[in-house]
């Protein structure tokens, strides 16, 4: 069983950055791949950014150029970088790990960005 637990939202104003964790316990023996999601109330859950198990990543265009995903492998844990965050980007983010025929997921982290 892999369980995740996100962390590093918080509130922040407009054109500052955060950095979300989402560590991984539990043994990862075949990973697919990783991805960060968000959700505001009353609308669906969208795909920010994924890190394939061979290093391959995309973005959503609302964050190309301003987020970065990333990982630590040998710590089982993969990073969100955010910067120039906008009052649009607040939403709940959540990390979404596939692996050993799986899909996890963690409890999710609040960023609120202030204007």
């Known amino acids: 069983q892999v369980q995740l637990v996100e962390s590093g939202g918080g509130l922040v104003q407009a054109g500052g950055s955060l950095r979300l964790s989402c560590v991984a316990s539990g043994r990862i023996f075949s990973l697919n791949g990783v991805g960060w999601y968000r959700q505001v109330p009353g609308k669906q859950r969208e795909l920010v950014a994924r890190i394939t198990g061979s290093g391959t990543t995309t973005y959503a265009d609302s964050v190309k150029g301003r987020f970065t995903i990333s990982r630590d492998n040998a710590k089982n844990t993969w990073y969100l970088q955010m910067n120039i965050l906008k009052p649009e980007d607040t939403a709940v983010y959540s990390c979404?790990?596939?692996?050993?025929?799986?899909?996890?997921w963690g409890q999710g982290t609040q960023v609120t960005v202030s204007s």
């Open positions: 979404n790990v596939l692996a050993n025929g799986y899909s996890y």
